[in-house]
Nanobody, 116 residues
Framework: QVQLVESGGGLVQPGGSLRLSCAAS????????MKWYRQAPGKERELVAG????????NYPDSVKGRFTISRDNAKNTVYLQMNSLKPEDTAVYYC?????????WGQGTQVTVSS
């Protein structure tokens, strides 16, 4: 079965760093673009990072540009989100999303809390 399992979330102080991982199985990982989304309570889900199938080309909204970096290791079927200079407004559940030509898959999410 298809699985996307996020890990690496937790509590971090403002200005700190965290690296999220998303381990994929049950589908051809290298055929899918990968994205990270986040959703805070009462807020709309928002895209925070995207990466193409072979890596290389990435995109970020202005809110995280320069602080977040998405990367992938197709040999390990894993996508990462490196988060630096974290702010309280980064607090949310972060979701891994695999986007194929016909199908998309979602992980269960991992909580990131930025607080002093």
């Amino acid at each position: 079965q298809v699985q996307l399992v996020e890990s690496g979330g937790g509590l971090v102080q403002p200005g700190g760093s965290l690296r999220l991982s998303c381990a994929a199985s049950g589908f051809t990982f290298s055929s899918y673009a990968m994205k990270w989304y986040r959703q805070a309570p009462g807020k709309e889900r928002e895209l925070v990072a995207g990466i193409l199938k072979a890596g290389g080309s990435t995109n970020y909204p202005d809110s995280v540009k320069g602080r977040f970096t998405i990367s992938r290791d197709n040999a390990k079927n894993t996508v990462y989100l490196q988060m630096n200079s974290l702010k309280p407004e980064d607090t949310a559940v972060y979701y891994c999303n695999a986007v194929g030509r016909y199908l998309s898959y979602w992980g269960q999410g991992t909580q990131v809390t930025v607080s002093s």
